[in-house]
């Protein structure tokens, strides 16, 4: 049983990323889902299907990778762990390395990144940073 299932997906996106897998086999459950279906719109990933086995859905996502066959998600970080979470208020929201980047935020509208949450006027836990 995992002890953090978000931590773990964010292990196999940056691992899948490096080994330059075209896909990655991730444990999903509504949060991870979002959050998918996030970096699937702002063209993070490629694509994602979800299937169940064993009564665990199971998605496999399609990673993306640049012309020099390096990954789109070159460096994930998450900055909320359970020990320790981080909120922000909109007002705190800066774009993540000039722009190139992406925060991703748990907020009471939902998964939303950084600009769509400056944008909504609504801040949230700070879950991960995605960049090239």
Known sequence: ???DPFADFL???RNGGMAQLRSVDVFVNNLILDVLQL???DGWIASFTVRE???RKIARVILKYNAQKEPLM?????LSKPGCRKYVRHREIYPH???IGVF????PKGVLSGRQAKKEGVGGELLCSISY
């Open 104 to 107: 991703i935020l748990s907020t």
């Open 11 to 13: 292990t196999r996106m």
């Open 74 to 78: 070159a460096s994930i970080v998450r």
């Open 1 to 3: 049983m995992l002890t």
């Open 97 to 99: 390395m000039s722009g």
């Open 53 to 55: 086995e064993n009564s």
């Open 39 to 41: 970096l699937l719109n």
